[in-house]
């Protein structure tokens, strides 16, 4: 995978113009140095060296103590020097590694290191705008000069799911540092695949005699460009593999070439020959010389990263890990699921130990709690406020109140259905509502007064003759149908497991 990204900074890579490119009036953030005006010269913006490094320790790259700066030239409307001023030989960093994990039956292997070869910085290009009848094309350099990331992967890739998964984990990453939104939509964060298959155990002819080759036999790699999404990566490279394995199986052989995704007819369509480093003519930009990443950047300090937290996640609080996944995927969610723990950790000490309580009954109801917690969280909230188009950073309930209904969930002082109704009207009112005053004004609270029940449910046996009748005939299942017809009786706030032994008891 190659991987570019646009660095949030405040200025561009290498002038003061506002690094703005998708709010601001087209050209209105330029300069003589993003423009190439001759005779301007480049001076690196500090901040970007300082978030490559970030980004290159994020990623457990080794960082280089002498990194500089080259000229990648070629031809394009959209590079108004005629070269690009990137980094060759000389990177921030490289050597890193991404860890991925996945559920088992969801790839081909359920772990997965992904070797990262490089990070470096460069600038981006302008961007170009065609008229719909195709005659005209407008340029606009508020985009020239914009700082990139290009961060480079082992091919260690071996599955669609894998690719996915890697970008996926990058944009995390990248959010975590705080140094791009890294919305591919947007174009902030933009991946190239480079597929080639591998034919395991191969011959080779040395000097005659046919011997095995050693491990694999690379095919000449594919490059695909113009992907804008995470499915979109998935699906270019499982079209991919589908494809040259069908020319390998006819024996046919291919040209390293550079193909474009097609959205409309989910396909990969040829683009062109790809270009070599030698077609690009790389030499040192003369103008910036060449500087060590770690003297120039203050100390950097890596917040903990989505590995980390996912880890922590699972063994400190006992989340599953579909869970997890899914609250560590966005640093606001996890902040707010951390906090609501805290709250429960808290509400559970407040609760009366027996002296039977041994450390494995708490560790259990600890964890009871974290897998009720992670799923209200992943499931229910987050669907009430998918549904609502609320934002995690909009979000008006506060931890401490989600938190209490959870508590009164676990504590069976609601039941799921009315819990739901209560998290609907927290959500809908303006206001931070406390989730028992809710319960208590509504009468959504469990019923579980065994005089109350049992009056339902002699009602429910008096008026359901036949149904009773058969159950007491054998027919088990009829046993669902009147608890259901005492739920309904109660509008929904009996305790079912209540309603359930008091029928047994009655229809015995
Ligand atoms: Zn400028």
Redesign the pocket.
């Known amino acids: 995978m190659e991987i570019h990204v646009e660095l949030k900074t405040e200025s561009?890579m290498?002038?003061?113009?506002k690094n703005d490119p998708y709010r601001s009036e087209p050209n209105a953030?330029?300069?003589?140095?993003?423009?190439a005006h001759p005779g301007s010269l480049p001076v690196p913006n500090k901040t970007a060296i300082e978030w490559a490094v970030k980004i290159a320790k994020a990623l457990k790259c080794r960082v280089l103590d002498e990194s500089k700066f080259d000229r990648k030239n070629y031809f394009y409307p959209d590079l108004p020097k005629g070269y690009q001023i990137s980094q060759y030989d000389r990177p921030i960093g490289e050597n890193g590694l991404i860890e991925l994990e996945f559920l088992p039956g969801k790839n081909i292997r359920e772990k997965a290191k992904i070797g990262i070869t490089r990070a470096h910085l460069e600038e981006d290009t302008a961007k170009l705008a065609h008229s719909a009848n195709g005659k005209e094309t407008l340029v606009d350099f508020n985009r020239?000069?914009v700082p990139l990331v290009e961060i480079v992967s082992d091919p260690d890739i071996q599955s669609a799911a894998e690719a996915k998964a890697y970008c996926q984990e990058l944009q995390t990453i990248l959010r975590y540092l705080n140094v791009s939104e890294a919305e591919m939509e947007k174009g902030q964060m933009r991946c190239e695949v480079n597929i080639s298959l591998q034919e395991e155990n191969k011959f080779s002819i040395k000097n005659g005699i046919v011997e095995p080759a050693k491990g694999y036999k690379l095919n000449p790699k594919v490059e695909v460009k113009n992907i804008n999404s995470f499915r979109a990566v998935e699906k270019s490279v499982a079209f991919e593999i589908k494809r040259q394995t069908e020319m390998l199986e006819k024996g046919e052989i291919w040209q390293q070439e550079t193909r474009g995704w097609n959205e409309n007819k989910q396909a990969t369509v040829w683009q062109r020959i790809k270009e070599t480093s030698a077609d690009y003519r790389y030499f040192p930009e003369p103008d910036i010389p060449p500087f060590n990443p770690l003297k120039i950047t203050s100390d950097v300090d890596l917040p903990e990263m989505p590995a980390e937290k996912r880890i922590r996640f699972r063994e400190e609080y006992g989340f599953s890990f579909a869970d997890t996944d899914i609250l560590t995927s966005d640093i606001n969610w996890a902040n707010y699921a951390e906090r609501t723990m805290s709250e429960l950790a808290d509400w559970l000490h407040t609760l009366p130990e027996t002296e039977s309580d041994t450390d494995k009954i708490i560790q259990n109801k600890k964890n009871q709690m974290a897998r009720l917690a992670g799923g209200w969280i992943t499931s229910k909230l987050m669907g009430a406020m998918a549904e609502r188009k609320i934002d995690i950073r909009i979000l008006k309930i506060k931890p401490e109140n989600f938190a209490e209904l959870v508590a009164l969930i676990y504590a069976n002082r609601v039941n799921s259905t009315n819990a739901q109704k209560i998290l609907s009207e927290m959500l809908d009112t303006n206001v931070d509502m406390d989730p028992t005053h809710i319960m208590e004004e509504k009468g959504y609270g469990q019923i579980s007064d065994e005089g109350k029940l049992a009056e339902a449910v002699e009602e429910v046996i008096k008026n359901y003759p036949a149904q009773v009748a058969q159950y007491k005939a054998g027919k088990e299942p009829l046993l669902q149908f009147l608890k259901g017809m005492v739920m309904k009786a109660t509008e929904g706030s009996a305790d079912p497991q209540a309603v359930e032994k008091i029928l047994r008891e009655k229809l015995r």
Do not use: D, P
């Not at 290498?14 to 113009?17: H, P």
């Not at 953030?29 to 993003?34: G, M, S, Y």
């Open positions: 561009k290498f002038c003061g113009c953030n330029i300069c003589e140095i993003c423009l020239s000069g």
